[in-house]
């Protein structure tokens, strides 16, 4: 299998629950994206790791969770969302994290509902 | 500030008639500029990128974009739209921000092709 791919494609969870998103990349690349897409705001970048470490963390509500075992996995823990949290989650990748040309690839997303 | 604007949330044409789908930036630094395309349910692809070499660039599905530094823009243009052009489409600057190089993504516009 090539390229990004992210498990599962939808979910509906309460506010209750604890899940958690899987990212996989089959490119070789050292750094990977948490996104999250929302209807009619801009793409917000949640995390950011190069070589397992995380690099960035932009404000998000401790109840996102991500952890990078390896550099080819990237998972996002889910707990006691709200239903403002629903929106599509993106996962991405690239070369690199820093430097000025290297393009990022995503994956399909994960459909979150939250109840 | 340095950002990326998208001038058109929608954008409608005929089949067979010219895409334009606006993107202006601004910069401090000689920028990376990519276009991506979004089709419903789907991760965002990669559809071209400018790095500082030839300011015409040729992307896939028959797509093109111009890097204008006059004008700091980065229009994506292509002569004959099809029905499979309707997606959603995002202009992304890549920054030099804060010590490191950051995506910097419009808030896109969604291309409709009527038959």
């Known amino acids: 299998e090539t390229g990004v791919t992210q498990t599962p494609r939808h979910l509906v969870m309460g506010m209750t629950n604890k899940k958690s998103l899987k990212c996989e990349q089959h490119?070789?690349?050292?750094?990977m994206y948490w996104y999250k897409q929302s209807a009619k705001k801009p793409l917000e970048l949640m995390f950011v790791y190069s070589l397992e470490e995380r690099v960035e963390n932009n404000s998000v509500p401790s109840r996102f969770s991500p952890e990078c075992p390896n550099s080819s996995h990237l998972f996002l823990h889910l707990h006691t969302l709200q239903p403002e949290d629903s929106a599509l989650y993106l996962c991405a990748s690239s070369q690199e994290v820093g430097g000025p040309s290297y393009e990022q690839y995503f994956g399909p997303g994960t459909r979150l509902t939250v109840t | 500030a340095q950002s990326v604007t998208q001038l058109d949330s929608h954008v409608s044409v005929s089949e067979g008639t010219p895409v334009l789908l606006r993107c202006n930036y601004s910069s401090s630094y000689s920028p990376s500029l990519f276009w991506y395309v979004q089709h419903p349910n789907k991760g965002l692809q990669l559809l071209l990128k400018?790095?500082?070499?030839?300011?015409l660039v040729k992307g896939i599905n028959g797509f093109e974009a111009e890097f204008k530094k006059s004008e700091t823009s980065f229009h994506l243009t292509k002569p004959s739209a099809h029905m499979s052009d309707a997606a959603e489409y995002f202009c992304?600057?890549?920054?030099?921000?804060?010590?490191?190089?950051?995506?910097?993504f419009g808030t896109g516009t969604r291309l409709k092709v009527l038959a």
């Open positions: 992304v600057v890549s920054l030099f921000d804060s010590g490191t190089y950051k995506y910097i």
């Open positions: 400018y790095t500082s070499a030839a300011t």
């Open positions: 490119l070789g690349h050292n750094a």
